[in-house]
């Protein structure tokens, strides 16, 4: 299987900056869509950004502008850095991976999810 390990979160101030990270590992693997969720407390899961593997990006309309999602696919990382932060932003993050890694002779799809990274931004 992949496994993702989250990195980064911390208590900013609001108008801070931080940069959250994703590093996969695990079996021979290839990485198609990659993606930073958020969930806050007492609220669902949501889609803070996602990039394709030809680096197509996607944002959520509430961290457009603020927020950046880049991939370094030569060492299976996510990034997102995250300017402009507002009280709002407080939630655990989490990344999400989907590809296709090797189990013995055959390749199979995998949808992997880190443990989750918080974030806490004081106003």
């Known amino acids: 299987q992949v496994q993702l390990v989250e990195s980064g979160g911390d208590l900013v101030q609001a108008g801070g900056s931080l940069r959250l990270s994703c590093a996969a590992s695990?079996?021979?693997?290839?990485?198609?869509?990659m993606a930073w969720y958020r969930q806050a407390s007492g609220k669902q899961r949501e889609l803070v950004a996602d990039?394709?593997?030809?680096?197509?990006?996607n944002y959520a309309d509430s961290v457009k502008g603020r927020f950046t999602i880049s991939r370094d696919n030569a060492k299976n990382i996510l990034y997102l850095q995250m300017n402009s932060l507002k009280a709002e932003d407080t939630a655990d993050y989490y990344c999400?991976?989907?590809?296709?890694?090797?189990?013995?002779?055959?390749?199979?799809?995998?949808?992997?999810w880190g443990q989750g990274t918080q974030v806490t931004v004081s106003s």
């Open positions: 999400n991976m989907k590809g296709r890694y090797s189990r013995g002779k055959t390749m199979t799809d995998f949808d992997s």
């Open positions: 695990g079996s021979l693997f290839t990485i198609n869509t």
């Open positions: 990039i394709t593997s030809g680096s197509t990006t």
